[in-house]
């Protein structure tokens, strides 16, 4: 099993360009998550999914929108990127939502000029 | 322990000593645990879990520690070794889940 995956790795883009981040997972979890991770911070959920076609808003959902259309994979997408959204994204699935350990995606680094 | 700030607290050990990672949650209410280890690039992966109802939960070379009275949990590493360097944090769920910032761990050989 390839657990969760991400793609990109790396990006970079100018402000006001805008680009679609792939998260895709093979545990057949229900549960499916994007976070950013700034230097020195926690990891702050973005958007979550608790299942194919639903999506909810997460503490910073500003200026991104999500999409589940297959249950293996959750998407994150930057509109017109600005420089606050540089940052590192991390995808994560859990069977659960409550109570359930997290599995993470390695990650995309993301700068935006 | 945990901050918010732009540095991370540091813990820094040689190797084959224990280390002792702490972590202060902040609602009572949360009654579920994790504790991650983030290496330099790559996602966290979980190391240990406890529920409310223990005080104590031990894995391979790894113990956590949850005093409810202080919202407190530690993460103990027994005979510390080059690869457990990384940051370690902590997560609480009252429902959803909340990350701490973490603690970075470097081990000296």
């Known amino acids: 099993n390839a657990g969760v995956t991400q793609t990109p790795k790396f990006r970079v883009l100018k402000t006001g360009q805008s680009m679609t981040l792939l998260c895709a997972q093979d545990?057949?979890?229900?549960?499916m998550y994007w976070y950013r991770q700034d230097p020195g911070m926690g990891l702050r959920l973005i958007h979550y999914s608790v299942g194919e076609g639903t999506t909810a808003k997460g503490e910073v959902p500003d200026g991104y929108n999500v999409s589940r259309l297959k249950k293996q994979n959750f998407l994150l997408g930057l509109e017109s990127a600005a420089p606050s959204q540089t940052s590192v994204y991390f995808c994560?699935?859990?069977?659960?939502?409550?109570?359930?350990?997290?599995?993470f995606g390695p990650g995309t680094r993301l700068l935006v000029l | 322990g945990e901050s918010v700030g732009l540095h991370l607290p540091t813990l820094s050990v040689q190797e084959g000593d224990n280390s002792i990672i702490n972590c202060a949650y902040s609602?009572?209410?949360?009654?579920?645990f994790i504790w991650y280890k983030q290496e330099s690039g790559k996602g966290p992966q979980f190391i240990i879990d406890i529920r409310s109802n223990m005080d104590k939960r031990q894995g391979q070379r790894v113990t956590v520690l949850l005093n409810k009275t202080v919202k407190h949990l530690s993460l103990q590493i027994a005979a510390t070794q080059p690869g457990d360097s990384a940051v370690y944090f902590c997560?609480?769920?009252?429902?959803?889940?909340?990350f701490g910032a973490g603690t970075r761990l470097t081990v000296k050989p």
């Open positions: 997560a609480e769920n009252p429902g959803d889940m909340r």
């Open positions: 545990m057949n979890h229900e549960y």
């Open positions: 609602n009572s209410a949360s009654d579920y």
């Open positions: 994560a699935s859990s069977y659960s939502i409550i109570k359930e350990t997290q599995y």
